[in-house]
């Protein structure tokens, strides 16, 4: 039996939540950046994550203009979503996605107090989306069901 996901299971495992590993070509030769990012996906849409249009991920990002994005299944049965993509655009960061993105991460009543300590500093971050272009999956689960 084939580990890998379906579509649908590999875009419904990346709507959830999970802290995504955003990794971007280095400069001069240095090797990839990779750092844990929170993010937003629906189904068939794009990946969407914030950062300071001043910090070092953001300059690879622009210099690369693609990037690799996993999220992972730490607990068994172990499972992995792994995606190339383009980036398709940068706009300012909506602050009410921002906040619902702390909530989803930290919960209702820790996500809104995190949101008010830094929503002055999210207004001046960019959201970066992405066109996820090619997927690698792997479902461990899948070896032992049937």
Do not use: C, N
Not at 9 to 22: K, N, P, Y
Not at 30 to 35: E, I, N, Q, T
Not at 42 to 71: C, D, H, N
Not at 106 to 118: C, K, Q, S, T, V
């Amino acid at each position: 039996m084939s580990t890998r996901m379906t579509t649908a299971e590999r875009e419904s495992f990346l709507a959830e939540t999970h802290i995504g590993v955003l990794s971007v070509a280095g400069a001069d030769g240095r090797a990839p950046m990779a750092v844990p990012i929170w993010y937003g996906y629906r189904p068939g849409g794009e990946i969407t994550f914030a950062t300071s249009p001043g910090s070092v991920k953001m300059t690879l990002i622009r210099e690369a203009g693609q990037i690799g994005f996993t999220v992972q299944q730490e607990a068994m049965p172990y499972k992995y979503v792994s995606v190339e993509g383009s980036v398709v655009g940068y706009e300012p960061t909506d602050a009410d996605e921002y906040r619902q993105w702390s909530m989803r991460y930290l919960g209702p009543e820790a996500g809104e107090r995190f949101f008010d300590d830094i929503k002055d500093f999210v207004r001046t971050m960019v959201t970066v989306r992405v066109r996820p272009e090619r997927w690698r999956t792997y479902d461990f689960g899948k070896e032992f069901s049937g």
